[in-house]
């Protein structure tokens, strides 16, 4: 798996190189554990996130919960114990699916063929990221970058 290769490659180099960083860029980056923020290379759950199919939940019919002793004076809503208050069930994941960020289901790199990924777009960043582009094609993984700090980078494996 060339992933994984790039991944030993670049760490080597002293960049933070990760997978499925928490839900967006903007969360992403706030989580980044890195002294050289211009050395760092990542996506976020939003890239890698699969595509869910879901159906109401059949404990509470798709309400999301139930009243509790339904009639009386102590009348309570309580948020369904199966979905827990969404209403929905989610039948597709796979086992293998990574699911370490919280509300999302996500590929592996195993299960995706590649992915955009972050880097500090100024000038700094963009000098640094063209600098290990050979690193890149040497793992064994592609890419599609049209060279500027405004887009992202897409690499393949």
Request: glycine residues 10%.
């Amino acid at each position: 798996m060339s992933f994984a290769k790039l991944q030993e490659n670049l760490r080597a180099e002293g960049w933070f190189v990760e997978w499925n960083m928490p839900c967006c860029q903007s969360c992403a980056w706030a989580e980044v554990d890195h002294d050289d923020l211009e050395k760092v290379l990542f996506n976020h759950s939003q890239d890698c996130e699969i595509e869910s199919e879901y159906e109401d939940c059949y404990y509470c019919g798709g309400e999301g919960g139930m009243w509790l002793e339904e009639g009386t004076a102590d009348e309570e809503w309580d948020d369904c114990p199966e979905c827990g208050g969404s209403g929905e069930e989610y039948f597709s994941a796979p086992a293998d699916a990574d699911t370490s960020v919280s509300g999302f289901i996500c590929n592996t790199p195993e299960m995706q063929s590649g992915s955009l990924f972050c880097y500090a777009g100024d000038k700094k960043g963009v000098e640094n990221l063209k600098s290990i582009l050979p690193i890149i094609e040497q793992s064994g993984c592609a890419y599609d970058w049209n060279g500027d700090g405004a887009s992202r980078i897409y690499i393949s494996w």
